[in-house]
């Protein structure tokens, strides 16, 4: 006999209402390029991106968010899209100022990004959290998903190098990413809270998958999982949780990963990253010239290949759509 009881129909009017929601975890450019995708395919309130803060710095007597303000630009639209970073369109006359009055300039603050980080930082002098500011900002850029930092305590990701250790934005700007890296430490973590939505969204009923966006792992997404409890909710969780790979026929799509891994002794190859995220991955996400690892990781892991390589606006979207579908057709495995 099937009967459907009163607290059935209840869950059955709560799943109507709350649409299944996603988590991205997300670094800087990459990350940004697929939540920019994943806002085009899905409904704002099913959307959370959850940004690394280990690359925020004090700078000027400013906050540098530099992951969130990537984040924030890019859905938006208003991203340098040369760069990836930075607001397209920007003028340079405050840091043309700033030289002139023998100050730092190898850190570039536009004229229209040091309007934000103003605000930032009276905002945060006011006593409001950065989950607070951020919402407040992503808001008035007229952004619909919902952004949040990783935490709302300071997590600065530090380098260890061949030339001592390095402040990350002085590793990654200053000196290029030119120093042999040695180990990666995440300062601050192991006393921080994850921030409350973080939280929140994890502990979700109606979340349906967590996405750990092409972003650098090492460099990106390590300080979100060196955060207390995130691992193991990853790993604990019952939902999948799908990579995305950064690296692509033995390359890295952008920025330092290649090198990092090289220097760290690690293979750069998709398997690589498989590894890393060992203990925590449904599946992968792979590009079509790494058909071949299918094989290497089936029984570990399900692995999805497609065009991961995003460089206009329809690559994103269909990027995302690949990933949701990927998602989906995991439900239908037993
Ligand atoms: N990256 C650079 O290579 N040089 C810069 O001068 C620079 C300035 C900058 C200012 C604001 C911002 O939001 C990002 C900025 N970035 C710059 C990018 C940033 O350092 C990195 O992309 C991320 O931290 C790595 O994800």
Redesign the pocket.
């Known amino acids: 006999m099937s009967c459907t009881d009163f607290n059935d129909e209840r869950a059955l009017e709560g799943m109507k209402l709350k649409p299944e929601r996603y988590l991205a975890l997300c670094?800087?450019?990459g990350g940004a390029k697929l939540a920019l995708g994943l806002s085009h395919v899905l409904d704002p309130s099913q959307l959370t991106v959850v940004v690394?803060t280990g690359?925020d710095f004090e700078h000027l007597g400013l906050l540098?968010?530099?992951?969130i303000?990537?984040v924030c630009y890019t859905l938006a639209g208003l991203v340098d899209p040369q760069?990836?970073?930075?607001r397209a369109d920007e003028s340079w006359n405050a840091l043309t100022e700033v030289k002139r009055l023998d100050g730092e300039t190898?850190?570039?603050?536009g004229d229209k990004?040091l309007g934000l980080h103003l605000l930032r930082r009276a905002l945060l002098d006011q006593g409001m959290s950065l989950s607070a500011v951020t919402a407040h900002i992503s808001r008035q850029l007229g952004i619909a998903p919902e952004i949040l930092p990783m935490s709302d305590q300071a997590v600065r990701t530090e380098v260890e190098t061949d030339q001592g250790k390095l402040a990350?934005?002085h590793y990654?700007?200053r000196e290029?990413c030119e120093p042999r890296v040695r180990s990666i430490c995440f300062a601050g973590s192991q006393a921080a809270e994850p921030a409350e939505g973080f939280v929140r969204i994890l502990q979700d009923p109606a979340l349906k998958a967590v996405i750990i966006c092409p972003?650098?792992p090492f460099?990106?997404v390590d300080p979100i999982l060196s955060l207390p409890g995130i691992r193991e909710a990853l790993s604990d969780t019952d939902v999948p949780v799908i990579a995305v790979s950064p690296v692509v026929g033995g390359q890295a799509v952008k920025?330092p990963t290649a090198k990092i891994m090289q220097e760290l002794g690690l293979p750069v190859t998709v398997e690589a990253v498989a590894d890393h995220y060992a203990g925590m991955l449904t599946g992968l996400v792979v590009d079509r010239c790494d058909s071949d690892s299918v094989q290497v990781l089936e029984g570990r892991l399900a692995v999805h290949c497609c065009d991961t390589i995003m460089k206009n606006t329809p690559d994103k979207v269909a990027l995302a759509r690949q990933l949701l579908e990927f998602i989906s057709s995991l439900e239908d495995t037993p």
Do not use: A, E, K, Y
């Not at 540098?64 to 992951?67: A, E, G, R, V, W």
């Not at 760069?83 to 930075?86: I, L, T, V």
């Open positions: 670094g800087g450019v690394n690359d540098i968010c530099p992951d303000d990537t760069q990836g970073w930075g190898w850190f570039r603050l990004d990350f934005q990654f700007v290029r972003s650098n460099l990106s920025g």
